[in-house]
């Protein structure tokens, strides 16, 4: 899929999860969505985020349905219950000009 400033990488995982990933024309992921039965390795999928995302995750309310985080760097939505997760995490900062966040799906 191809969008004039970003073009978008569908991973079909092992576990039935599709991961987009949305990346700039020069080749930057901004952001990745998800949706399937298992959460993906967001270790792999936030890369060098994961940290800032765990930690902000053990200081939210717990909510074992949803989790949102928003922060200036990093933006995470995810909700489900078993064998039906979604989510999206983006960098604000990153996501090109003309585009909104409600297209990142």
Known sequence: MEHLTYRVHEIDLPSGTVLREFVTQGGAVFAVAWHGP??????????????????????S????RRLDINQ????????????AFSGIA????????????GELQ
């Open 38 to 59: 298992v959460i993906p390795n967001l270790r792999q999928a936030l890369g060098k985020y994961f940290d800032n995302y765990v930690a902000a995750a053990k200081a």
């Open 72 to 83: 200036l760097d990093l933006v995470v939505h995810a909700a489900g219950h078993m064998r």
């Open 61 to 64: 309310p717990v909510n074992h």
């Open 90 to 101: 983006y960098l604000p900062q990153s996501i090109p000009g003309g585009v909104s966040v």
